[in-house]
């Protein structure tokens, strides 16, 4: 079994920037990426950003392209998503989905698809 175990969330002004972060621990080296994931009230799981280990590559949504960068080399250390200029339509609870395949598309938010953390919370008011 992998835990997956989010942190960093926080408070931020408009404008500001936050940095998560997504352990693991467990049999990790089953990873082969990970994903960020939302969701706000009253609204459904929203993709953010993912990685897969083995050739470093990466996708974003376009509601954060040039604002979120996700970073991580390998099952190992951690996944960040650095977060900037952030809006307040960006409060949410974000999760990290650690995932041991491909059959699911990464801007796919499957619940039931890899491990899941329980979330931090991302709220950006003035």
């Known amino acids: 079994q992998v835990r997956v175990v989010e942190s960093g969330g926080g408070s931020v002004q408009p404008g500001g920037s936050l940095r998560l972060s997504c352990a693991t621990d467990g049999f990790t080296s089953r990873i082969i990426g990970m994903g960020w994931y939302r969701q706000a009230p009253g609204k459904e799981c929203e993709f953010l950003a993912a990685i897969t280990f083995g050739d470093g590559s990466t996708n974003y949504a376009d509601s954060v392209k040039g604002r979120f960068t996700i970073s991580g080399d390998n099952y190992m250390n951690p996944v960040l998503l650095h977060m900037n200029t952030l809006k307040s339509e960006d409060t949410a609870v974000y999760y990290c989905?650690?995932?041991?395949?491909?059959?699911?598309?990464?801007?796919?938010?499957?619940?039931?698809?890899?491990?899941w953390g329980q979330g931090t919370q991302v709220t950006v008011s003035s």
């Open positions: 989905n650690a995932r041991f395949g491909t059959v699911v598309p990464w801007r796919d938010c499957n619940w039931a698809y890899g491990n």
